[in-house]
């Protein structure tokens, strides 16, 4: 249930400006891998063409392949729906549906997609889903209550098992804890620990320390300067991102001199 | 599940193409409808339009019939905007400016309940109580303002002249002028009127050194989106209004609009006479379209304004 | 400790040279009451004694703080006094409308029978003999009801679906293009097409379609729909604009298509706003004359077929009942039953509001724990 993900020489453009240039970089399935670097270097708008979400915003266009265990996402013919259905994403902010109950946001990926369901194997997929994303205690006794009624951390961790109930390869975060107080936070990298067991996991953070906490390998992000295309600078290992910087810019930026 | 193929085609890539058309034919149907409204009216209106003039209403063409019709319409235009304008502004500003926050929502809601009466209802109110009770005002006006044309006597006894027209229809447009100035009067920039509170000005030297410029051009847009209901209320002024030929003074029977000509005559009419008030509706439609036009150009430029800001 | 405060109380440097709170007040008493003495004079009559002493308090007030506070204050005095008057002004005539509804259309809506019989069969011997000889007025509303609710139907059938598609195209799909920004300007002017302008549009599009003299309430429901339609784009565009996008990514983000989420996320999440403006639209189309006069006719029977014959509404029977009563030596039956008939479309047309806020109350996506 975990795939791998390979990019080959990306380049990432809205209308006629270069947002990310020529990124290569190879995520091994069952793995955390973490993009930091300043805002605007564009490590969330790459971690977006991942799964095609870029093409919300229109004039937003790719050149180059990522390919999942060697299917290219951007082949001819692809489905960018299909594409999402087998690469999740968490956002930002939660963003639980407010029409819906908790049991309805689990079951979202499925029932929107008007798949058929029976009760019980619905049942067993909430369960399934809220267990893994560690909320099942929390919430089992209000299934059927507002999903929104929950407190930021629950709020985000219903989106976390909305998007593992559709059993996607890869699951995208793009700052999931950005909103949130530092003991929701906890339980969060926690639960990305937990993950990587059945989810290839990719993961932007602005925090250096959740980086070092809950990734395996790094990519650092980084930007010439406003009007410059985002580039990757440096890929590898956390341990050595963090303590043996190969590049000048890497070592100021994790050392706090810089962004 | 682990080997699904990112290509899959048929029922879900259908789905998006169907609706987005529907959406896509939603749209392109108003605009249809818009351009069906113009050509149709044209279409019935032409027969009229070329007629020879002896066969229309009056026996002298159709602009001689219509010209004294448009200038009556234009003046219970006048008659409901000169008295409705200041008015709302008036009200517009008692509800941004003066009343106290707490109330101010639901005042709003009173004046939008003026809009909510349908307009039927306005004219019978028109014909059954407010000409009963404003034709001794007419008679007074008629023996001490009498030298002035537009006052000139004998006075109508039963008060359904043009200016009681003009009033009923000044109370229909009194709400579409309040809820659009009041809009635009809570969007002054706050830090003007602070400015202006802290030099140390009156709240009435505050609204006319703040508001007041700020808020010009969607006041004016405001009230020509009046003017444009004015000019195609039909009821208030086929109820209240005894017409007859056109005179100058307002406080005799006389006169006559476009919509209360159109909706007086057009149920009994047949042949000819149903092309001429088609024609009749046109010449209303191509000028309450200019007057809607030009107020939402004006709306437009606003925007665009006091988004810089 | 000494007593350093002032033995008697002085006014701040900041009250010194203002009216005393109560001067207001003082003012409006004596407004009043010489207003009275002056009425008094010329004859009395509520409405007049209200307007001068308006003036009086304005002059006084005025004047007074013109003396205490100097000519700026004066002025702010003024126009606050313009203000509040003409908000009293524009309050006049809605108290007026709904008092002179409520007392002429009472004695018509209790009457027995008004709501459940046509005005079919009666003719003006029956309202000459109910003057004469004091007995009940005969005949009601039913078909007018029916009529209004069966046009009104149509109309609602035939602009929601539309409506709702087109403010649809504009947020999901419109993307700020020339035909977006076109659509929205028409739809704009569309609001300002005057209702008998709209009603001869169906009537000329049927004499053309269906052949000359086509009037049936169908014809009707076209007119009202071309007036509705407008009013039913705006208010669901703003509602679906509010609907975060945040939703929206989260359900492309689980593989749903657009349109899926567009009926599933957007349109649950923005419906209680879109049905109380569509309910507020159909409010607005409800009480709307001119267009049925001049497409629908006149009916004294109960007609509920929409695509064939002559159709009553109330608005049209409220029109033909005060401008052509029955009797015309006898018109009181008559103006009896048009305020009854006012009074019933008011009533309609105030529940129809009130649902609307209910609606949006109602519906509103839950967010309590």
């Known amino acids: ?259 | 599940m682990t080997n699904t193929p990112l290509t899959t085609q048929g029922a879900g890539r259908t789905g998006d193409k169907v609706f987005s058309g529907a959406a896509l034919a939603a749209g392109c149907l108003i605009l249809a409808v818009l351009f069906g409204v113009a050509l149709f009216l044209v279409v019935q209106a032409l027969p009229a339009l070329v007629a020879p003039p002896d066969k229309i209403q009056g026996g002298h063409g159709f602009f001689a019939y219509i010209g004294p019709i448009v200038v009556g319409t234009l003046i219970a235009a006048v008659i409901a905007l000169v008295i409705a304008t200041p008015i709302a502004i008036g009200v517009a500003l008692f509800i941004s400016h003066f009343a106290p926050r707490r109330l101010a929502s639901g005042l709003g809601y009173v004046v939008d309940l003026l809009a909510a009466i349908p307009s039927v209802v306005y004219g019978a109110w028109g014909a059954a109580f407010l000409a009963k009770e404003i034709a001794p005002a007419y008679e007074w006006m008629a023996s001490n303002l009498g030298w002035l044309p537009i006052f000139q006597g004998p006075a109508s006894a039963t008060g359904k002249t043009i200016l009681t027209a003009g009033i009923v229809l000044s109370v229909m447009v009194l709400p579409i002028i309040t809820s659009i100035s009041r809009e635009i009067f809570l969007q002054t920039p706050k830090l003007h009127e602070e400015a202006a509170l802290a030099l140390g000005a009156t709240r009435w030297e505050m609204i006319r050194m703040a508001v007041f410029p700020f808020a010009r051009p969607g006041v004016i847009s405001a009230v020509m989106l009046g003017l444009g209901r004015a000019l195609g209320e039909t009821m208030a002024v086929a109820l209240v209004l005894s017409s007859g030929a056109l005179t100058a003074s307002l406080i005799q029977s006389g006169n006559q609009t476009i919509a209360a000509e159109i909706a007086l005559n057009f149920p009994e009419a047949s042949g000819l006479k149903v092309n001429t008030l088609i024609a009749a509706g046109l010449v209303l439609f191509v000028i309450t379209l200019g007057v809607n036009m030009v107020a939402r150009w004006i709306i437009t430029k606003h925007k665009e304004f006091s988004g810089a800001n | 400790m000494t007593a350093t405060a002032p033995v008697a109380r002085k006014r701040s440097a900041f009250t010194k040279g203002q009216l005393p709170k109560a001067a207001p007040y003082v003012i409006l008493a004596a407004a009043l009451v010489v207003g009275a003495a002056v009425m008094a004079l010329i004859g009395f009559n509520p409405f007049g004694w209200g307007i001068v002493s308006a003036i009086l308090f304005t002059i006084g007030l005025v004047s007074l703080t013109g003396i205490t506070e100097g000519a700026r204050k004066a002025k702010d005095k003024l126009a606050t006094c313009l203000v509040v008057g003409s908000f009293l002004i524009a309050l006049l005539p809605l108290v007026s409308v709904i008092w002179t509804v409520l007392s002429s259309g009472i004695p018509g809506l209790l009457t027995p029978g008004f709501l459940t019989t046509s005005m079919n069969g009666v003719t003006g011997t029956f309202d000459n003999k109910s003057v004469e000889e004091g007995t009940k007025v005969l005949g009601g509303v039913y078909h007018a009801l029916m009529g209004t609710l069966q046009i009104t139907l149509v109309a609602t059938i035939i602009s929601v679906p539309v409506g709702l598609l087109t403010a649809v195209y504009l947020v999901e799909y419109g993307n700020d293009r020339a035909l977006a920004r076109a659509i929205t300007f028409f739809v704009d002017v569309m609001t300002g097409i005057p209702s008998i302008v709209a009603g001869l549009f169906s009537a000329a599009f049927f004499f053309a379609l269906v052949g000359p003299g086509t009037k049936t309430g169908a014809v009707a429901a076209v007119a009202l729909s071309v007036l509705m339609i407008p009013v039913v784009v705006r208010s669901s565009e703003e509602m679906l604009k509010i609907v975060p996008n945040e939703l929206r990514e989260a359900a492309y983000a689980l593989g749903v298509r657009k349109w899926r989420t567009i009926l599933k996320v957007v349109i649950p999440t923005a419906i209680s706003g879109i049905a109380s403006g569509v309910t507020l639209a159909i409010a607005r189309v409800i009480g709307e004359t001119a267009p049925i006069l001049v497409t629908a006719g006149f009916a004294t029977t109960i007609n509920n077929n929409v695509f064939g014959g002559w159709m009553a509404s109330l608005p049209t029977f409220i029109y033909t009942q005060i401008l052509n009563p029955t009797s015309p030596s006898n018109p009181e039956p008559s103006a009896q039953r048009a305020w009854g008939a006012a009074l019933v479309l008011i009533i309609l047309v105030m529940l129809l509001n009130l649902v609307a806020r209910l609606v949006a109350r109602v519906f509103a996506p839950k967010t309590g724990r």
């Open chain 1, 1 to 259: 249930m975990s795939k791998r993900i390979d990019v080959k020489d990306l380049n990432v453009y809205y209308g006629d400006f270069l947002a990310v240039e020529d990124v290569n970089i190879n995520i091994e399935a069952k793995s955390v891998t973490a993009f930091i670097g300043p805002s605007g270097c564009g490590k969330s708008t790459f971690l977006r063409t991942l799964n095609r979400m870029h093409e919300v915003l229109p004039g937003a266009r790719v050149e180059g392949e990522v390919l999942l265990d060697g299917d290219n996402l951007y082949g001819h013919g692809v489905d960018p729906v299909s594409v999402r259905a087998q690469i999740g994403m968490v956002f930002q902010r939660p963003n639980p549906f407010p029409t819906m109950s908790i049991r309805d946001n689990v079951l979202a990926g499925v029932k929107l997609n008007n798949k058929k369901i029976t009760k019980g194997a619905a049942d067993a997929l909430v369960e399934k889903s809220l267990l893994g994303a560690n909320l099942w205690n929390e919430v089992k006794d209000r299934l059927d209550k507002p999903g929104s009624g929950l407190s930021g951390g629950q709020q985000q961790r219903l989106c976390i098992a909305r998007a593992i109930a559709v059993e996607p390869q890869v699951i995208l975060m793009d700052e999931p804890c950005s909103a949130l107080d530092p003991i929701s936070t906890l339980a969060i990298e926690d639960l990305i620990n937990e993950l990587k067991d059945q989810f290839t996991v990719v993961i932007v953070t602005h925090n250096m320390q959740q980086a070092a906490r809950v990734s395996d390998k790094t990519a650092f992000f980084n930007i010439a300067g406003t009007g410059k295309p985002g580039k990757l600078i440096e890929f590898g290992d956390t341990h050595s991102i963090f303590s043996n910087p190969s590049q000048k810019a890497t070592e100021d930026y994790v050392s706090g001199r810089f962004g």
